[in-house]
Structures are given as structure tokens and as C-alpha cells.
């Protein structure tokens, strides 16, 4: 199972800018699709965005154009810049890995706060 520490959460206002991290203790050699998800008060959590091993991205449609998620393999580190940040963006955010063999891990996750 691969360790995934979340980083760069925190209250900012609308708006506003954030960047989220997320480091691995496995190389992304070994790692098939990582993604962030995120999940507010009372909410089902949900894929926010997504990248593969060959760089294909998804985004979810409240975030597309705002959000860019990119990985660094050199650091094996997962990146989420997210700009004009909204209210309705709070939540937890989390970092997700599957590795090519299939299995799953999460992150602690990462409270981000947007005040109007």
C-alpha cells in the first residue's frame, strides 16, 4: 500500500488561490492513476480530478478551468493548483493513488476553507 501525505490546505477567500501536495512513499513508476477528491459537511465524496501514468487528465466539471492537477515524478508528488477558489469549494480535499496492480490508498486529507 503506498503512504500518501496531503499538505498545502487552509482558509483563504473567495477568490482566492491554493495549492495542495501530495507526497508518496512509492515511486510514480509503479503508480497507475492519482486523483483528489474531495468531501464537505454532510456530502458524499467526490473525484475532483484525476491523472494517469501517461498524463491524461479528468476534471470535474465545477472545477474544469479552475483547477489543474499535475504530478512530478522526479519528486513522486501530486500537485492540485486551485484559482479562483469559491465557497462551495470547502471541504476535505484527498489524495488518491492506484497502483498498476490495483490496490488503493488514501490520504489523511486536507481541509480546505473558502469565506465569501
Known amino acids: 500500500q503506498v503512504q500518501l501525505v496531503e499538505s498545502g490546505g487552509g482558509l483563504v477567500q473567495a477568490g482566492g488561490s491554493l495549492r495542495l501536495s501530495c507526497a508518496a512513499s512509492l515511486r510514480f513508476s509503479l503508480i497507475n492513476t492519482m486523483a483528489w477528491y474531495r468531501q464537505a459537511p454532510g456530502k458524499q465524496r467526490e473525484l475532483v480530478a484525476a491523472?494517469?501514468?501517461?498524463?491524461?487528465?479528468n476534471y470535474a466539471s465545477s472545477v474544469k478551468g479552475r483547477f489543474t492537477i499535475t504530478r512530478e515524478n522526479a519528486e513522486n508528488t501530486l500537485y492540485l493548483q486551485m484559482n479562483s477558489l469559491k465557497p462551495e469549494d470547502t471541504a476535505v480535499y484527498y489524495c488518491n493513488a492506484r497502483t498498476y496492480g490495483g490496490s488503493d490508498s488514501w490520504g489523511q486529507g486536507t481541509q480546505v476553507t473558502v469565506s465569501s
Open positions: 491523472i494517469t501514468g501517461g498524463g491524461s487528465t
